[in-house]
């Protein structure tokens, strides 16, 4: 027995492994905080590109025949264009031979630019009441509607009707469509129109209160008094009919350059300039509607050709003037509309291209089960023919190396697994200076079981890699298995293990990991994932002579392979990823016997799993650039490299990083496009996933009741294990190292009741 005991002194000097964790604590908090503000970014982005996209639709009454009682007679009789002042309401109309054409709903990148070309070209002004979510997602077409000599006015932000509203929601339609305005053309409004309006006499008790409270703010609030109704789609003929007031009347036409298909509107338009034109009429904007009655002018706006810049003589001066309704954004509300449009600009580009993303990963994820269903299917077949063989029985002694460090609770199960072992052993238990006494405990449990093929080996703290390397030079015979000191072995399960050895060409086997405290919520749902692991995922790899990774808890190795691959790395976190590359690259064969099975502890908390799955993905990371250069090997010793490690990327790193892509538009999509649909939509991947784990289970002879934890596995450990996935990319992309992290273990897993 060989035992090398570190100094003592009063106070304990941290341990190398210590020391290490405390440094890597340090470094990862601000890396863990990145993968959630990253996910929270991601979030914020498509709950503002599906607020944006919300109830915007066509023009459709919410409430007919309500009352008007408390709405005043002046204002039901009225003009269209109702103002403020002094806390009394008065009403405009539009004086005769004059025309205020009005625009809903837009812009629109289709129609509103044809609307502008077609106004442009007659030199008409307009009134755009604009819905502010285009407005931020459209913000040039905006402002070449300003910059035209357009007037604009607000129409909310999403189109709702207000009435029915709270006054903080009514605040912010009219604050974001404001803030939208100031960020797209660097002015905000006095004019209002509000969603599903129409003439003065429609405005009912549920309305009244909302056109109150604007007009306090200093709103106008406008009507209309000729609805053209090419919302309808009823033909050219009929719009131009519709939008043309009886006799010389003035009036406040509504039109429509979004919400729908507005081809009608676009061919209605010239006409009905040219037929108003040839009637007499001058086209102005509802500020020239206002300042005519404030002024007595005759032609509102501009002159009789309907020059929308106020010129004598119908000529371009070629820069407008400020409408009398705009008011220049100054200040904070320049600034926070900018920064609106800039980040309306960002979930534009974002979502589309999440989309493409997501129909990538919707197929990679689809495919991957396919295969995986099909391939272990095959395996399971395969090993299971009555003359399928590895060749001579392996009865020869191995030696088991468990690297050991502060397990008190967990050693002395381990030992009384392997004392049961019916394949002759000798164990070689590396305490990789343990403070908590393992050693000693290893000592008693190995002579209370009377097992005199034990031998410990106690070094200075220096990592799991190390505590192998010492195990491997150590051990008495050619094939060596390896196990942690929270597993513990059935009694066949070495035999199992090295009857895959008989075959010269194997290097190395990775048994099938089990979860002993499976009793917990974490444990439940690790144990699924650590059935489909091995049987799904290990089968296919095995299949395709690409294995991975031969697991931690559980592996048997050549000696001479691993001595030839210069022993286990410290290179990476993952060890065992590591030196099963190396395995293949060196022309060893790696497989895996579904029959040797060990029970393992998995972490109890949340905090436990997180440190132990970002160490695994963040040393998967390592190892396979590590060997990246077994993309270009030759020959047998590259198949893991233009098989394997393509997968491994693709379905270990590249399609989990964006698999949270899935629920995040199952959100996105519950909220804002079809509920029902969306709910379908998951709870169909989540069947596939069950038929998958279910085949899983039945390969590994499990009790289904697990499953029952998968739909909730789904809605929470899996998000978990995104955000830990996309740590280690951070850390990746940042650069970082940790070392050997312990686990608190609680010894509770024991051999397997029945077994033995």
């Known amino acids: 027995m060989t035992t090398t005991t570190p100094s003592r002194g009063r106070r304990r000097a941290?341990?190398?492994m210590e020391r290490a964790a405390g440094r890597a604590a340090a470094l990862q908090k601000p890396r863990v905080i990145l993968a959630l503000l990253l996910l929270l970014g991601l979030t914020s982005v498509m709950l503002l590109d599906g607020y944006l996209r919300a109830e915007v639709g066509g023009d459709e009454r919410v409430r007919d025949g309500a009352s008007s009682s408390k709405v005043p007679d002046k204002i039901l009789n009225g003009g269209p264009i109702v103002s403020f002042r002094g806390g009394q309401a008065t009403t405009t109309s539009v004086p005769a031979r004059t025309i205020a054409l009005t625009f809903d709903d837009g812009p629109n990148p289709t129609y509103t630019p044809q609307v502008l070309k077609i106004l442009e070209k007659y030199d008409v002004p307009a009134t755009f009441f604009v819905v502010g979510s285009m407005v931020s997602r459209y913000p040039g077409i905006v402002k070449d509607m300003v910059d035209q000599g357009n007037e604009v006015g607000i129409h909310t932000f999403t189109h709702v009707d207000l009435?029915?509203?709270?006054?903080?929601?009514?605040?912010r339609e009219m604050t974001q469509t404001q803030l939208a305005l100031a960020g797209a053309a660097g002015i905000t409004t006095t004019l209002f129109r509000a969603p599903y309006s129409s003439e003065t006499d429609a405005i009912d008790n549920y309305s009244w209160p909302v056109y109150e409270k604007l007009g306090e703010e200093g709103y106008t609030s406008v009507f209309v008094d000729t609805d053209s109704d090419d919302w309808k789609k009823p033909g050219v003929s009929k719009i131009v009919q519709w939008a043309t007031p009886s006799g010389t009347s003035g009036a406040s036409v509504l039109m429509h350059d979004a919400g729908g298909d507005r081809e009608q509107t676009i061919a209605a338009l010239p006409k009905y300039i040219e037929k108003m034109r040839a009637k007499g009429y001058t086209f102005?904007?509802?500020?020239?509607?206002?300042?005519?009655?404030?002024?007595?002018?005759?032609?509102?706006g501009g002159n009789q050709n309907g020059d929308r810049n106020g010129t004598a003589n119908g000529t371009r001066t070629g820069t407008h003037r400020l409408q009398a309704a705009h008011r220049e954004a100054t200040g904070t509300t320049l600034y926070e509309g900018k920064a609106l449009v800039v980040a309306v600009a960002v979930a534009e580009y974002t979502v589309p291209t999440l989309s493409v993303g997501l129909v990538i990963v919707g197929v990679a994820v689809m495919a991957r089960f396919g295969m995986m269903l099909i391939l272990a299917r095959r395996h399971h077949r395969q090993r299971n023919r009555r003359r399928f063989s590895w060749g001579p029985t392996v009865t020869r002694p191995v030696t088991v190396i468990v690297p050991a460090y502060n397990e008190k609770e967990c050693i002395a199960n381990t030992l009384e697994s392997l004392a049961r072992s019916t394949h002759p052993i000798e164990v070689i238990v590396v305490d990789d200076g343990?403070?908590?006494g393992t050693s000693e405990i290893a000592r008693e449990a190995a002579h209370r079981l009377g097992m005199t093929n034990v031998r410990v080996i106690r070094q200075e703290n220096a990592?799991?890699?190390?505590?192998?390397?010492?195990?491997?030079?150590?051990?008495?015979?050619?094939?060596?298995?390896?196990?942690?000191?929270?597993?513990?072995?059935?009694?066949?399960?070495?035999?199992?293990?090295v009857q895959p050895f008989a075959d010269e060409e194997v290097g190395a086997v990775a048994g099938n990991a089990k979860v002993g405290n499976r009793n917990t919520v974490i444990g439940a749902w690790q144990h699924i994932e650590y059935v489909m692991g091995f049987n799904l995922d290990r089968r296919m790899y095995d299949?395709?002579?690409?294995?991975?990774?031969?697991?931690?808890?559980i592996g048997a190795f050549r000696r001479e392979a691993v001595l030839q691959v210069g022993g286990m790395s410290e290179d990476t976190l993952a060890e065992d990823t590591d030196i099963t590359i190396a395995m293949h690259r060196a022309g060893w064969r790696v497989v895996y016997q579904e029959h040797a099975r060990a029970w393992t502890e998995a972490p109890g908390s949340l905090k436990q799993l997180w440190s132990q799955r970002y160490r695994w993905s963040y040393g998967t990371m390592q190892a396979l650039w590590k060997h990246r250069k077994s993309l270009t090997d030759k020959g047998p010793s590259g198949r893991f490299g233009r098989v394997g490690m393509p997968l491994v990327v693709i379905f270990q790193i590249v399609t989990p990083v964006f698999a949270p892509l899935?629920?995040?538009?199952?959100?996105?999509?519950?909220?804002?496009?079809?509920?029902?649909?969306?709910?379908?939509?998951?709870?169909?991947?989540?069947g596939i996933q069950l038929v998958c784990a279910a085949y899983a289970f039945r390969l590994d002879k499990e009790k289904y009741r697990y499953l029952l934890m998968m739909p909730l596995q789904q809605l929470a450990y899996r998000q978990m294990m995104?955000?830990?996935?996309?740590?280690?990319?951070?850390?990746?992309?940042?650069?970082?190292?940790?070392?050997?992290?312990?686990?608190?273990?609680t010894g509770e897993v024991g051999t397997p009741a029945g077994v033995g």
């Open 14 to 16: 941290p341990t190398r």
């Open 722 to 745: 995104y955000l830990v996935l996309i740590h280690s990319c951070i850390t990746a992309l940042t650069g970082g190292r940790l070392r050997w992290q312990k686990l608190k273990r």
């Open 662 to 686: 899935i629920d995040v538009f199952t959100a996105y999509s519950m909220i804002f496009v079809d509920f029902r649909a969306a709910l379908y939509a998951w709870l169909a991947v989540l």
């Open 163 to 171: 009435s029915y509203q709270s006054d903080a929601r009514i605040r």
């Open 543 to 553: 299949l395709l002579r690409c294995m991975p990774t031969i697991p931690g808890a």
């Open 434 to 436: 343990s403070t908590d």
């Open 463 to 497: 990592g799991k890699p190390a505590a192998l390397n010492n195990g491997v030079r150590s051990a008495s015979h050619d094939i060596v298995v390896m196990m942690d000191g929270d597993t513990v072995f059935e009694p066949d399960t070495v035999r199992q293990l």
């Open 284 to 300: 102005t904007t509802i500020s020239g509607v206002v300042e005519a009655q404030n002024t007595g002018a005759q032609f509102p």
